[in-house]
């Protein structure tokens, strides 16, 4: 298992609100051991525009480490553009899996691309990208999607599961049968 940690921007800043600056967090992370780093734009995500290519661009070059640019990403142009700006690859967003074509496209990037697979519950939560291939791929199957993106030649996929994000909760783990049954009560 590799562990790869992400530094998340919205609006020039660090994503958690701190006053500390986005390049500062990065070189922190590389120093306590990171091998490797996900620069998230969240106005990517949010907006389809990223708006903090520039300054993301800034810190992979600078950390020395492979970093790759998230955060919606759900254009193969967008992903060609941020690895010639010094990116090593990007990490797509699951509301790819709402165009299989597209999937053979990102997959013509090779080990440059990466496929999140955003689900919750077993099914697709894109939480990123362009709208019409979120409402597609939204609810889809995640084992599912990861066939189809081997199928389409994508070399390796992400998996983010997003049944107790921010809830610093753990890993998560398959429950014991006995923990699933519920009381039930019926009448006399």
Known sequence: MVIVPSVDVRGGRLGDGSEEPVAARARQLVAEGAEELHLVDLDGAETGLF???????EVAREVRVPCRLAGGVSRVDDARRAVDRGFAGVLFSSAVFG???????????????????????????PRGGEADLVTVATGRGALASARAALLAGVRALYLIDLTAEAELAGAPRARPPHEDRRRQRYPR
């Open 51 to 57: 708006l903090n290519l520039d300054l993301l661009a």
């Open 99 to 125: 165009d299989d074509e597209l999937l053979r496209d990102i997959a013509s990037l090779g080990d440059r691309a990466i496929v999140e697979i955003e689900a919750r519950a077993g099914f697709l939560a």
